[in-house]
Structure formats: structure tokens, C-alpha cells
């Protein structure tokens, strides 16, 4: 079995917990730098990019994740998380930094401070059944991808809808909340992807 961390700086860490299992791996939560070292992929869960980022700095474990992350290590952003895995932000702070892992322009709040959250189906590419309910909190999204980024889902379900999906190599975002609710279609791609066979 597969152990998958959970950054537990800040965020929904319970719900991600659960996901994973029912996904059929052993999740771990990582605060300090002998879990980081110790697990075989990590999910970065919502929350507040900008509080994760000064944690991440202030626990002394960015740049180690950063290293793990570009040795390879299966990466897995939701929301706040998604953002953290960007290589630009806007509408961030100064300070907030990230890991680069996908090659992509991500938009803070994008959906408006007004809209507070809503759900969606979405049609996600790569996996299989029925549209995917995706649950948007104060989110994301992506204004521009490199070549290197695989698109798997737009919002409203249309060609020019904005990016709410992305992966690229071991990395996947998305600026929804797949640990919110039953599920486990993101968290079973994400295990399966630690366990190189996705
Ligand atoms: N708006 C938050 C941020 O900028 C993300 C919200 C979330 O993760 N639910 O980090």
C-alpha cells in the first residue's frame, strides 16, 4: 500500500484523510520534515495559500518539498493547493510563493469574492462514468497553461469555459474540492499515479 501525505499546516486535512483511504491507500500527516521525507506522494488541500505559504517557510520545510516535488514526487493540489503548484499567481500577495510544478497562470478568487462557493458537473478528462460534482469554495482558476500541461476540465463544460483541471506529469490540480463529498474518482487517479501505474 501507497503512503500519501497530507500538508496538516492548515485546510481540509480530515476530509482528504478520508478520501485517500477509501481510495485504497494510507494517508499520513505531514507537519515536519521526517513525514515529508517519508512518504511516496502528497496532497496540498484548500485552505488559504498565502497562510500555507508562510507556514510552509516558518516550519522550515519549502524547500524540501520544493526538492521532492522536482525529484518527482506525485503532487496532488486542490484549491488553496492548486495555487501552490503554480508558477505564477495573480491577485496573490507579494510574499505568497509556490512550487512551479505545473507550468501554468493562476488566478486567486477568481470566480468573484461574491460568489462564495457553488457546485458543478464536470466532465473531466481521463475519467470515466459520470460528470464529476465539483465543489467550488472561494476558488481558482487557471488563465493560461504551457504546452507541457494537459487540460482535463473547463468550467460550465465548454471549449472557452475557464481551466478548473489541470495535470502534468506527477502533478494534478484542481481548483475544486473532490474530498468534499463521495466521490473518490480524483483521489483513486491520484493514488493510482503514486503508484506509477496512471
Ligand atoms: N482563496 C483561497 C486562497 O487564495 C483558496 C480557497 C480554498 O482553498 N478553498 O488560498
Redesign the pocket.
Known amino acids: 500500500m501507497v503512503n500519501i501525505g497530507i500538508l496538516a499546516l492548515q485546510?481540509d486535512v480530515a476530509e482528504h484523510v478520508r478520501a485517500l483511504e477509501e481510495s485504497g491507500a494510507r494517508a499520513v500527516l505531514v507537519r515536519r520534515s521526517e513525514e515529508l521525507a517519508s512518504v511516496d506522494g502528497l496532497v496540498i488541500p484548500?485552505?488559504?495559500?498565502?497562510t500555507m505559504s508562510n507556514l510552509l517557510l516558518s516550519f522550515g520545510i519549502f524547500d524540501q518539498l520544493a526538492e521532492q516535488i522536482s525529484n518527482g514526487m506525485p503532487v496532488y493540489g486542490t484549491?488553496?493547493g492548486m495555487?501552490m503548484l503554480a508558477t505564477t499567481i495573480l491577485d496573490g500577495r507579494d510574499d505568497q510563493r509556490s512550487f512551479g510544478a505545473i507550468d501554468m497562470v493562476v488566478r486567486?478568487?477568481a470566480f468573484g469574492r461574491q460568489v462564495d462557493s457553488y457546485e458543478e458537473e464536470l466532465d473531466i478528462k481521463g475519467i470515466e462514468g459520470k460528470p464529476f460534482p465539483a465543489v467550488f469554495?472561494?476558488?481558482?482558476w487557471v488563465e493560461s497553461v504551457g504546452e507541457s500541461v494537459d487540460v482535463l476540465a473547463r468550467a460550465g463544460n465548454t471549449p472557452d469555459g475557464p481551466i478548473v483541471a489541470v495535470r502534468r506529469g506527477q502533478a494534478l490540480a484542481t481548483s475544486f474540492h473532490p474530498e468534499i463529498g463521495t466521490d473518490w474518482r480524483f483521489h483513486e487517479l491520484f493514488t493510482r499515479m503514486v503508484q506509477r501505474e496512471s
Open positions: 485546510g484548500g485552505g488559504e495559500s498565502t484549491c488553496a495555487i486567486r478568487n469554495i472561494r476558488a481558482p
